[in-house]
């Protein structure tokens, strides 16, 4: 619980970490670790956020992360409400600000947004006084994603300078690399890429990163290997040929691990996991997996996020 | 009833005159410039201090009438004209009906005729219903008014219709205005790609999806002879095959609109659907290329693409947004900030690519102040500094990017046809 006084929490919303400075990245590491024995008590609540609402606006089809969500919520004691896609008033035609300046009418203190459009959380919290999470958003960003794998692997390596992380697969359309990439040269591991050249979006390395087409070259001398969800419809709009060639040139098998130079390189996956796709069986479930772990620590970031938000005292 | 304007900085591009001069206008038209016209009986505007340029002319604009009323009028839309200092526009013909036949061309030249602001002149479909399958009745709709023919918004995209198109209009000696993009390439799109596209996480357009449908319609010009006008050219690829073309003496034109020498992709960031246009923002390296274009006299024209949406339509996620800006309103002053102030065009080369260009193009016998010609005048204040606010916009949209900017120059005064249309910022 050493939390450093260095950095305070001067924002209304969590967009992205691109709009985070280092600073506030390991303010919300350090806040997440005070978290993370709330959730292994018997009793696992404190009154952090009692009397606050919370508003779960999931326009998009989401278990993991907005379970996550929920339970960091109520461990915080925050009053939460929930609505997706499907059962809101979206349906019949009024648009995404609508709904939220209506939530927002019930006077609710933040909104947790999840929206197939990239920026339409971006959009929300300028026509919000409400705090806005984003909770992934098109292939934009999804920032808590970004900070819990920032989290785990602080956790098991003990720092993120210096590490050389790869992150394999679709990283055109994935908000969970966009976030990750961000987070990891802002504190300064050195970050691989590597996917199909048809999945790789134009001018990436101008984030700080390196590419490369070829797997063994990301693997080689990794600490941490990310792997990315592949969206097997993908295959439709002529971005890879086959599943099975996909599998034989970008899967994480225990093969490939092997010319793995490092010994205990963590193997990370935001899910849900193709199994047998982009990561076999074995591999998944194997030692150097933390796949789970980072789930257990997503609640932990989103505790430290949500608590982080209700402390902004406003632009006055 | 005559005009007489006074001690004015006169600039036309036609008859090389720049230089303090008098005007004056009677019944209708430019009766005698001199200096120190001495005239009674005359209505006199005192121009010390300003340029008297020869009417602005648009020739890429969105009326929306017939059709979508409800987001410009030809009233409303010849009123933003005049008060951006146009006196004549050309109208794009993807109205509901679309312009690809004669009663519509009618209809719009009619409606305008009674509004009596700026002048408008239809643009005509190249096909039927603006479908890119048959041809549209083009000898027909130049015969009712037409004065050129586009099936702007969309690019033909079959290379055979297309180059029939070219025959046919060329037989006609009707331009053909090229929106130019090819829709496999530019797909789900709604902004430029490269990094900005990147990390926000939108579908890109490439570069490439104007640039080699620029290079298919010039390869179609030279065979079929066609004069051919490339529509908001807006990437370095494609000044660089209108340059080249130009060299070979293929008949092409082109021109940008202003919001594509100001902005770039970075204005994205914001996700403010206001600077989603078609074709997109680019990078600032294409900016560059543009500008130089304009120096060295490849692209010929600057035309605002103005394209009114709702509030409404625009007021959701980017990528469900409608694309386009209005722009008539801040063409010349955006304009002015980007070429004059950065010495990229002097004052004659501006009002040559903004009023003497568009009439050659469209064949409008406007566009100079030439004595004998219709007195289609434009007074500029280029010292006047002002914001562009919500309240003082006369289109009946105002999805823009360049609201609660600060500009220096506008037009101040505008005769169209003889009659003072708008005095000192008052229509």
Redesign the interface.
């Given at each position: 619980m050493a939390r450093k006084k260095s950095a305070k929490w001067t924002k209304k919303d969590l967009l992205g970490l691109?709009y985070l400075s280092q600073e506030e990245i390991d303010l919300i590491l350090e806040t997440a670790e005070s978290f993370k024995e709330i959730s292994e008590r018997p009793i696992k609540k404190v009154p952090a956020l009692r009397g606050k609402t919370i508003a779960h606006l999931f326009l998009e089809p989401s278990t993991r992360t907005r379970i996550s969500f929920e339970l960091a919520a109520k461990r915080l004691s925050a009053y939460t409400i929930g609505v997706s896609g499907s059962s809101s008033s979206i349906l019949k035609g009024e648009?995404?600000?609508d709904t939220a300046k209506n939530i927002e009418a019930m006077k609710v203190d933040m909104i947790v947004m999840r929206?197939s459009?990239?920026?339409?959380p971006?959009?929300l919290s300028k026509a919000v006084k409400a705090g806005v999470v984003n909770a992934g958003?098109?292939?934009?960003?999804h920032p808590t994603q970004g900070l819990l794998d920032l989290f785990t692997i602080k956790e098991k390596k003990g720092r993120i300078s210096g590490l050389n992380v790869s992150i394999i697969g679709d990283i055109s359309h994935s908000?969970v690399a966009?976030s990750n990439i961000w987070g990891l040269v802002k504190l300064g591991a050195n970050v691989t890429l590597c996917g199909p050249k048809t999945l790789m979006?134009?001018?990436?390395e101008?984030?700080g990163v390196k590419v490369t087409y070829d797997l063994d070259e990301a693997v080689k001398e990794a600490d941490v290997v990310n792997i990315l969800r592949i969206q097997l419809e993908r295959q439709k709009s002529a971005l890879f040929p086959t599943i099975r060639e996909y599998v034989r040139k970008y899967g994480i098998t225990e093969e490939v691990l092997k010319r793995n130079r490092k010994r205990d390189v963590l193997i990370m996956h935001p899910g849900p996991i193709n199994r047998g796709i982009e990561l076999s069986q074995n591999v998944a479930d194997g030692p150097y997996s933390v796949i789970l772990e980072q789930v257990t620590n997503g609640v932990a970031i989103r505790m430290a996020v949500l608590f982080l938000l209700s402390q902004y005292k406003g632009g006055k | 009833m005559s005009i007489l304007i006074k001690n004015g900085r006169v600039i036309d591009p036609a008859s090389k005159i720049d230089g303090q001069y008098d005007i004056l206008v009677e019944d209708g038209r430019i009766s005698k410039i001199a200096k120190d016209i001495k005239e009674k009986t005359a209505n006199v505007i005192d121009a010390k201090d300003k340029i008297v340029s020869p009417g602005l002319i648009d020739i890429h604009v969105h009326l929306r009438e017939p059709g979508r009323e409800d987001k410009e009028t030809i009233l409303t839309g010849t009123r933003a004209a005049v008060h951006g200092g146009f006196t004549s526009i050309a109208c794009m013909p993807n109205t509901t009906p679309s312009c690809d036949n004669a009663g519509t061309v009618k209809f719009i030249i009619d409606k305008a005729r009674k509004v009596h602001m700026a002048n408008v002149y239809p643009i005509g479909t190249l096909t039927k219903g603006r479908l890119g399958k048959e041809l549209a009745e083009m000898a027909d709709l130049k015969e009712s008014g037409c004065v050129a023919v586009s099936d702007d918004g969309d690019s033909v995209p079959d290379p055979s219709v297309m180059r029939r198109v070219l025959e046919y209009a060329s037989a006609l000696d009707l331009p053909v205005i090229c929106h130019c993009e090819d829709i496999s390439l530019s797909k789900e799109g709604v902004m430029n790609?490269?990094?900005v596209?990147?990390?926000?996480?939108?579908r890109?357009i490439p570069n490439k999806a104007e640039s080699v449908v620029i290079q298919r319609d010039i390869e179609l010009a030279e065979i079929s002879d066609a004069r051919i006008h490339i529509a908001h050219i807006s990437t370095r690829e494609g000044v660089d095959l209108v340059r080249t073309a130009k060299k070979k003496d293929i008949k092409v034109t082109a021109e940008v609109t202003p919001h594509h020498l100001a902005l770039n992709d970075q204005c994205v960031k914001?996700?403010d659907t206001n600077t989603k246009v078609n074709p997109p923002l680019r990078t600032a390296d294409d900016v560059k290329a543009l500008k130089a274009g304009l120096k060295d006299g490849t692209i010929d024209i600057i035309s605002s693409d103005h394209a009114p949406h709702l509030d409404?339509e625009k007021?959701?996620?980017?990528?469900?947004a409608p694309f386009g800006m209005i722009g008539l309103e801040t063409s010349l002053a955006v304009s002015i900030m980007e070429l004059i102030d950065t010495k990229v065009l002097t004052w004659p080369q501006l009002i040559e690519k903004m009023a003497l260009n568009p009439s050659n193009l469209l064949g409008l016998k406007r566009g100079t102040l030439e004595v004998d010609n219709a007195a289609d005048i434009t007074i500029i204040d280029p010292k006047a500094e002002w914001t562009y606010t919500k309240d003082m916009v006369m289109s009946k949209s105002i999805n823009t990017p360049f609201l609660n900017w600060n500009f220096k120059g506008r037009a101040v005064t505008v005769i169209s046809g003889g009659k003072i249309v708008m005095r000192d910022n008052k229509l």
């Open positions: 691109e648009t995404t600000k929206h459009a990239s920026g339409a971006y959009i958003d098109g292939s934009h960003e908000r966009r979006p134009v001018k990436i101008k984030m | 790609e490269g990094f596209s990147t990390i926000l996480g939108l890109g914001t996700f409404s007021d959701v996620e980017y990528k469900y």
